[in-house]
Antibody
Framework: EVQLLESGGGLVQPGGSLRLSCAAS????????MTWVRQAPEEGLEWVSG????????FYADSVKGRFTISRDNSKNTLFLQMNSLRAEDTAVYYC????????????WGRGTLVTVSS | EIVMTQSPATLSVSPGERATLSCRAS??????LAWYQQKPGQAPRLLMY???TRATGVPARFSGSGSVTELTLTISSLQSEDFAVYYC?????????FGGGTKVEIK
C-alpha cells in the first residue's frame, strides 16, 4: 500500500526543538520530491518546506527559514524536518506529502502529526 | 510571494446544486494551480492539477477552469460527500502558496 506516516510530534516549550519523521512505503521514494505542509488549529494550509528527489535542493517558507531544516534518507525511505527555536505560532498539524513527478503539487499525503509549542 | 485569495470564504449550497469556487492570484500562475479537498480530521486530497486536469479517481462533476490570475473550481451537482473545505495552491513560483480556503456547507 502506498502511504506516508508521520511521527515525532508532541508538546515542546517555546525555544525548544523537535524532529519530525515521515516514513514512506509502497513507492520508489528516491524518485519523488517531498514537502512539509502545516495547518494551525482551525486555520488553512501553509506550505513549510520542500526537498528535491536527491536531496540536493531545498526550499523554505520565510516563516521558518533559518529555524527549520528539511532532509531525507533515501536508503531508509524517510523524510525529516528538524525544527529549532520553536514559537507558539509553529503550533500545527504537520503533514508530509509527495510531489508529483513533474511538478510541485501533492498527490499523496500523510495523516499528519501534531506539534504544540507551549509553556 | 504570490498571494492566493479564495472566495467566498463560505458557500451554502443545497445537494444537487452547482457550486462555483474562485481562486485569484496576485500575479500570473499560468496554469500551475492545484485544488485540494479537505474533510474534518482528514488530510487534504488532490482534486485537480494544471488548473483543469482531474486527479486519479476524481468524479467528473468536478471541473477546473481559468488561468493566469483567475481560476475556478466548479462542482456541477453537489453530493453529500462533497461538503468540505477546498484549497487552491500555486506552484508557479517559490514559495509555494495556498489560498485561505472555501468551506462548502449544506444549505
Amino acid at each position: 500500500e502506498v502511504q506516508l506516516l508521520e511521527s515525532g510530534g508532541g508538546l515542546v516549550q517555546p525555544g525548544g526543538s523537535l524532529r519530525l519523521s515521515c516514513a514512506a512505503s509502497g513507492f520508489t521514494f528516491s524518485t519523488y520530491a517531498m514537502t512539509w505542509v502545516r495547518q494551525a488549529p482551525e486555520e488553512g494550509l501553509e506550505w513549510v518546506s520542500g526537498i528535491s528527489d536527491s536531496g540536493t535542493s531545498t526550499f523554505y517558507a520565510d516563516s521558518v527559514k533559518g529555524r527549520f531544516t528539511i532532509s531525507r534518507d533515501n536508503s531508509k525511505n524517510t523524510l525529516f524536518l528538524q525544527m529549532n527555536s520553536l514559537r507558539a505560532e509553529d503550533t500545527a498539524v504537520y503533514y508530509c506529502a509527495m510531489a508529483a513527478i513533474t511538478n510541485w503539487y501533492f498527490d499523496l499525503w500523510g495523516r499528519g502529526t501534531l506539534v504544540t509549542v507551549s509553556s | 510571494e504570490i498571494v492566493m485569495t479564495q472566495s467566498p470564504a463560505t458557500l451554502s449550497v443545497s445537494p444537487g446544486e452547482r457550486a462555483t469556487l474562485s481562486c485569484r492570484a496576485s500575479q500570473s500562475v499560468a496554469s500551475h494551480l492545484a485544488w485540494y479537498q479537505q474533510k474534518p480530521g482528514q488530510a487534504p486530497r488532490l482534486l485537480m492539477y494544471a488548473a483543469s486536469t482531474r486527479a486519479t479517481g476524481v468524479p467528473a462533476r468536478f471541473s477546473g477552469s481559468g488561468s493566469v490570475t483567475e481560476l475556478t473550481l466548479t462542482i456541477s451537482s453537489l453530493q453529500s460527500e462533497d461538503f468540505a473545505v477546498y484549497y487552491c495552491q500555486q506552484y508557479k513560483n517559490w514559495p509555494l502558496t495556498f489560498g485561505g480556503g472555501t468551506k462548502v456547507e449544506i444549505k
